[in-house]
């Protein structure tokens, strides 16, 4: 399920986003709160998969895979398309499960609104 982090969650993601290999200005100004977006976790206290979106549409998505989180991840992606920008911009050196799947292509999902 997709929850949005309270205080105590925003403050591990900041410590799990620090210790990323793939670090994004945009996306730590998001956690930081000095950018407008959105933060997700698995848990709303204490997440360790986390979805990062930017009013940009700039996005990540890191921690530990979650596949329950993923699939709540692919309805917000592609059946409710809840998100603010027109397009979102994952940029991550992982993709969620639903798109890295056997027999799905990265090019299948074109998320926009």
Do not use: W
């Amino acid at each position: 399920m997709l929850e949005k982090l309270t205080a105590n969650g925003l403050e591990k993601a900041k410590d799990l986003y620090s210790k990323n290999d793939a670090f994004f200005p945009l996306i730590a100004s998001v956690l930081s709160e000095s950018q407008i977006g959105v933060v997700f976790g698995d848990d709303k206290d204490s997440p360790e998969e986390i979805y990062t979106e930017h009013s940009f549409g700039f996005a990540q998505i890191f921690g530990k895979q979650n596949e329950d989180f993923e699939s709540s991840l692919k309805r917000y992606f592609l059946i409710e398309k809840n998100f603010l920008p027109q397009k979102v911009r994952l940029y991550t050196p992982r993709t969620p499960l639903f798109i890295s799947s056997p027999g799905v292509g990265i090019l299948d999902y074109i998320v926009c609104k």
